[in-house]
Structure formats: C-alpha cells, structure tokens
C-alpha cells in the first residue's frame, strides 16, 4: 500500500521555528520532483516549495522565501520543510506530494493526508 | 507572477455535464492539470497534461485547453463529483507551481 505521511506540525507562537518530515512507503520518492503544498482553513491550494529530484534545483514561493527550506533525504526517502520565522497567516494544513512521473515536473500525482500547522500566542 | 482564475462555483444537476473553466494568459501554451478536493481530504489528480487521466479516473472526465482558457469536463455527473476542484501549472518563467484559487462543483 501506497503511504504518505506528514509529520512535525502543531501549534507555535509567532516567530517561531518548526521541521515538517514526510515520508513514504511503497512509493519511491528518488528520481522525483517533490513538493510542499499548504492550505489555511477555508482556503484554496497554496504552492510553498519544490526540490529536484537530486537537490540540485530548489524552488520557492515569494510568501516564504528566505524563511522557508525544503530538504530531502534520498537515502531516507524523506522530505523535509524547515520553517523560521513563522507568521500567523503561516497557519495552514501543509501537504507532501510527490510528482507523477520523472518526464514533466509539477504534475502532483502522490499526496500526504497533510500536518496541521498553528502559528498562534 | 502567473495568475490562474476560476469561478468561485458552479452548479450542476446529477447526469448534466459541468465545465470548470481556468484562466490564464496564454494558458494553451502550457501543461494544465486538474485537481479534486473532499472536504478533509488531500488533492487527488484527476486530469493532467490538459487531456490524460490518470488510471482510475472514469472516462467522464476530461480537458481541453486553448488560448487563454482550459476547461475541466465532468459528463453525467454524480453527486460523489461534489467537491473543490482545482487547476494548476508549472509556471516555466518562474519556475513556480501555480494553483487556481478554486471551484466548488454542488451537485443539485
């Protein structure tokens, strides 16, 4: 069975720190585009950060850069996301996905149940 | 930075067909993929590269996408299509993933 899972999130104060992971089970996550994707609550998909299948290339949105930095372990087949500096509007269900294919990147094929993250004093 | 606009809502009675639609300048020249969201649960794909399905997507599912237009298709439509539904690209100019703000399909 196919498995992606999140974990790391919970409840912070503003300018606060916290490390998502993700990891995956009968799926590889080598060789793939991988992506952190969040949603705040009622609201709609918001891209956060994409890392190339070999680190080489790492991608980010504006609304996180410089406070934000994605990670992945090939080894582990893990996904990370480092998060500094957090913001209150920060607060939002954070998603690992994992690319469809190796051919064209973006295409979200394998999603996370998501962690929950709640930047709040 | 690239923008993707969609409806807000749209409204459909079981076995109709319900068009989506995605806008973005000069969106035929780009792969557009679509998503749906239950309430609760993750993004599933349901139509990538503006035409192709993936497996276990009925049929009754498609895309098309032209000038400044893509448009998701949902034939005889159930009321487990109920959902949000989402369109996405990979913006090449700024190598940024790009999401629709959102369309709720109700099922009347």
């Known amino acids: 069975e196919v498995q992606v899972v999140e974990s790391g999130g919970g409840l912070v104060k503003p300018g606060g720190s916290l490390r998502l992971s993700c990891a995956a089970s009968?799926?590889?996550?080598?060789?793939?585009?991988l992506h952190w994707v969040r949603q705040a609550p009622g609201k709609g998909l918001e891209w956060v950060s994409s890392?190339?299948?070999?680190?080489?290339?790492?991608f980010n949105a504006d609304s996180v850069k410089g406070r934000f930095t994605v990670s992945r372990d090939n080894a582990k087949n893990a996904l990370y996301l480092q998060m500094n500096s957090l913001r209150a509007e920060d607060t939002a269900v954070y998603y690992c996905?994992?690319?469809?294919?190796?051919?064209?990147?973006?295409?979200?094929?394998?999603w996370g149940q998501g962690t929950l993250v709640t930047v709040s004093s | 930075s690239y923008v993707l606009t969609q409806p807000p809502s749209v409204s459909v009675a079981p076995g109709q067909t319900a068009t989506i639609i995605c806008g973005g300048n000069?969106?035929?020249?780009?792969?557009v993929h679509w998503y749906h969201q239950r309430p609760g649960q993750a993004p599933v794909l349901v139509v990538y590269?503006?035409?192709d399905r993936p497996s276990g997507i009925p049929e009754r599912f498609s895309g098309s996408n032209s000038g400044n237009t893509a448009t998701l298709t949902i034939s005889r439509v159930e009321a487990g299509d109920e959902a949000d539904y989402y369109c996405?690209?990979?913006?090449?100019?700024?190598?940024?993933?790009?999401f629709g703000g959102g369309t709720k399909l109700t099922v009347l």
């Open positions: 890392i190339s299948s070999s680190s080489s290339y790492i």
């Open positions: 000069n969106i035929g020249s780009k792969n």
């Open positions: 996905a994992r690319d469809r294919d190796t051919m064209i990147r973006g295409v979200i094929a394998h």
């Open positions: 590269n503006d035409n």
């Open positions: 996405q690209v990979w913006d090449s100019n700024s190598d940024h993933v790009v």
């Open positions: 009968g799926l590889t996550f080598s060789g793939y585009y």
